[in-house]
């Protein structure tokens, strides 16, 4: 059996992470699985691969992509000059849930904003999505905020 690795994403993996962020009731409606990929999100990726504060990370078994999540390190004033690792887009393959790996997968993203010198590690997650709500309060997330957003 393959050893399950997590590293940094390449551009070979768009497919795959697409494929996750569209495998629920809203990313259905809002992505595009079309192969190749789309320009934009070729353009997406190239944006954050080059931007050191940005990590893009999938989980691997062998060949076959299990996960995915992207890291944004972000500097601020606040909490005297703290940094935050802002964790999105979380997924794990539809035939690979049930197995723990989301909680791997963000065990080493905290880890990697511990390295970074982060002092929060902050995520969002869609109202709608109870089981991901459960999820992160079983690994220690509060909703501790309201957050808000404005389509542009």
Not at 98 to 120: D, F, H, P, S, T
Request: glycine fraction near 8%.
């Amino acid at each position: 059996m393959s050893e399950i690795l997590i590293r940094r994403a390449e551009k070979a993996d768009l497919p795959a992470i697409v494929a996750m962020l569209a495998d629920d009731a809203l990313g259905r409606t809002r992505e595009d699985t079309s192969t190749p990929p789309a320009q934009a999100y070729l353009d997406a990726f190239a944006a954050v691969d080059s931007n050191p504060n940005q990590f893009l990370a999938v989980m691997t078994v062998g060949d076959d992509v299990i996960g995915t999540l992207q890291i944004s390190f972000l500097p601020g004033l606040s909490l005297q000059g703290a940094w935050r690792g802002q964790i999105e887009a979380v997924r794990v393959a539809a035939n690979r849930r049930g197995e723990r790996l989301g909680q791997r997968l963000l065990e080493w993203a905290i880890e990697k904003c511990r390295e970074r010198g982060c002092r929060v590690v902050q995520l969002t997650t869609n109202k709608s999505r109870l089981d991901a709500h459960r999820f992160y309060e079983r690994l220690g997330f509060k909703a501790s905020h309201i957050g808000y957003k404005l389509d542009l």
